[in-house]
């Protein structure tokens, strides 16, 4: 894996953009509407790339794949490897359906969501992606319903409905792959949205909290409120990112193999410490609370906390992605020097950067190098780390 390389991504994003816009009137198809100085779509993207890494398909009008690419490489940045365009159909089902086949073998999750809802903030996606990875089939955000709804036949008043039980459904909504691939493969009727669909086919369809700006661009005057949104917005779409600093020293003498890096080194003499002495892991962990404002891995995974006797990177990077999320912030990446004589680094590097980035979810490099004999870690006594750590506030 080269240092430039971002992780396999196991989250997609269908972003339906295929629609007339007839109801808006604006002359052309409704992504490609201006809101501002950028299109309805571009505002969707930004807050898409905004969200979890993910491999982004925008479904668009056959005479606007070009024009959907040239939107996504404005704003992708380093992400426009992930991205793919692809004509939609008739109906937004069969538009869907058209992106669910572009969506990439190892992905586990997709979500669906409709460009015109294009001022919907990064964390609603992080909200959904994290009900799929709390073991749902389906995760949906809703907002309550705050007006009385009333059943009515034409201009008479049927019966009034108790809104405790209702919601408004917005998008992204989010599905386990396997459960989509099914739904649409046995689909005999259009509807109303993907989740409908799949509770169709006997799935439950968990909720998230929605947001107030993730309404629908479907009209004049909805057009008009994102406009003044914007005009009126404090708070940039991308804030500033923060950074912090990380270090972590263990000598050798524990009991059992080495682990280093996220990475079992047979044949190597094993660090001592309360979990494995893994000092890379340590010195990441480190660093990302430093940088979100979390205190330090003493305070966090201190030795008055049992069950981290003896755990491996992946429990302290799976939870320190937790505690950075719910802070407000996401990971954008991790860079550690490892020094020490022992092990050679190099062969395994790749391997090393792997592991690290599959248990923080974000990009990890690493780098190894010795100091000429000097110090406890030259005379081979032990191993020490230093890691840099970027992280973005997620608007909220």
């Known amino acids: ?200 086919a006997g799935h439950e369809v968990a909720t998230v909290p929605g947001d107030d700006l993730a309404f629908k661009i479907t009209t004049s005057a909805d057009l008009d409120r994102a406009r003044a949104l914007l005009a009126v917005a404090v708070t940039p779409v991308v804030p500033l990112p923060r950074v912090g600093v990380g270090t972590d020293v263990h000598a050798f003498g524990g009991d059992g193999a080495l682990w280093l890096a996220g990475l079992e080194w047979p044949g190597e003499k094993a660090l001592s410490g309360h979990s494995d002495g893994d000092a890379v892991a340590h010195a990441i962990v480190d660093a990302l609370l430093a940088a979100a404002g979390l205190g330090d891995i003493g305070t966090r995974f201190g030795t008055d906390q049992p069950e981290y006797a003896g755990a491996h990177a992946v429990a302290f990077l799976e939870r320190t992605r937790e505690l950075v999320t719910a802070a407000g912030f996401a990971i954008g990446n991790v860079s550690v020097q490892v020094q020490s004589n022992r092990p050679k680094l190099a062969p395994r590097r790749g391997e090393a950067e792997a592991a690290l980035t599959a248990a923080l979810g974000a990009p990890v490099t690493v780098s190894a190098t010795t100091t000429d004999g000097l110090g406890f870690t030259g005379t081979g006594d032990g191993v020490a780390a230093f890691a840099v750590a970027l992280v973005v506030p997620r608007p909220a």
Do not use: C
């Not at 009137?25 to 509407?33: L, T």
């Not at 479904?59 to 490489?73: I, N």
């Not at 009385?148 to 008043?157: E, G, I, P, Q, S």
């Not at 405790?164 to 459904?169: G, N």
């Open 1 to 200: 894996m080269s240092s430039d390389a971002l992780p396999t991504p196991h989250v997609a994003v269908i972003v339906v953009a295929a629609g007339s816009g007839t109801r808006l009137a604006a002359g052309a198809p409704k992504a490609f509407v201006g809101i501002d100085a950028h299109s309805i779509l571009h505002h969707a993207l930004e807050r898409v790339f905004a969200g979890p890494l993910a491999q982004v398909v925008i479904v668009a009008p056959p005479e606007r794949l070009g024009d959907a690419l040239t939107e996504a490489h404005a704003v992708a940045g380093r992400r426009h490897d992930l991205v793919g365009v692809v004509p939609g159909g008739d109906t937004r089902q069969e538009s869907v359906a058209a992106g669910l086949r572009a969506v990439w073998p190892g992905v586990q999750y997709v979500l669906v969501h409709d460009a015109a809802r294009a001022l919907t903030p990064p964390a609603v996606f992080t909200r959904v992606v994290a009900a799929l990875e709390a073991g749902n089939d389906a995760a949906l955000p809703v907002m309550p319903v705050v007006d009385t709804v009333k059943r009515v036949d034409a201009a008479r008043v049927v019966a009034a409905l108790d809104r405790s039980e209702l919601a408004a459904a917005q998008t992204p909504q989010g599905f386990r792959r396997a459960v989509l691939d099914a739904a649409y493969a046995t689909a005999e009727a259009d509807h109303t949205d993907d989740a409908a669909l799949v509770q169709s």
